[in-house]
Each structure stands twice: as C-alpha cells, then as structure tokens.
Nanobody, 124 residues
C-alpha cells in the first residue's frame, strides 16, 4: 500500500503562484509514476501532470500552457506541483496519485493510489 497526503492548497489571487506538496509513504519502492489531477464539482477528475518516479520523464495537460511544473524529491518521497500565473478556472480540488504502471501514464483509471485532495481557489 502507498499512502499519499497533499498539502499546500489555499486561496490565491489571479496571477499568483502556489506550490502543492504530496508526501508518499508505505511501499514507495513500487511506484513507477506519480501525478496530479484536479476536479471541480459536477465535472470529471482531469489530468494535470505526471512524472516518472525513478527518472525524470514528465507529461502535462495541453491546457496548462506551460504554467505548471511537476517536480519530485525522491529522498523526501515528496511530489510537488508548482503553479504559476494562476487563473480563476484553475480553481479545483487537486489530487495526488500514484501508480505502479509505466511508462508515464495520464489516464485516471491507471492510478491505484490517491490522496485526499487539497482545495485551490483562485480569486479574480
């Protein structure tokens, strides 16, 4: 089992930045890919970014237009999402996820481990 705990969400003005963290524990050696997803009420959870846990291959949603970056610190078993130039439409609950599958996957169904989510609210 892998346990994921997100932190770092909050309220930020449009144009601002925020960094989310996700601490992984348990069988972290089995992780191949980690990713971030987000969800707003009434909509499906959508892919944001993913990274291979042992290497550095990354994948991003095309809709982000280069505003977000995914990073990791293997020594701390921590995943990050650095969000810049935030827009009101980025408001969502952001979820950290992990999978033993690879190569770097972007589909929600491929991820078997999920955090509880952290709320990000961007005001206009």
């Amino acid at each position: 089992q892998v346990r994921l705990v997100e932190s770092g969400g909050g309220l930020v003005q449009a144009g601002g930045s925020l960094r989310l963290s996700c601490a992984a524990s348990g069988r972290t050696a089995s992780i191949y890919t980690m990713g971030w997803f987000r969800q707003v009420p009434g909509k499906e959870r959508e892919f944001v970014a993913a990274i291979s846990w042992s290497g550095g291959t990354t994948r991003y949603s095309d809709s982000l237009q280069g505003r977000f970056a995914i990073a990791k610190d293997n020594a701390k078993n921590t995943l990050y999402l650095i969000m810049t130039r935030l827009k009101p439409e980025d408001t969502a609950v952001y979820y950290c996820a992990a999978t033993e599958s690879g190569p770097v996957v972007t589909t929600r169904g491929a991820y078997g481990y999920w955090g509880q989510g952290t709320q990000v609210t961007v005001s206009s």
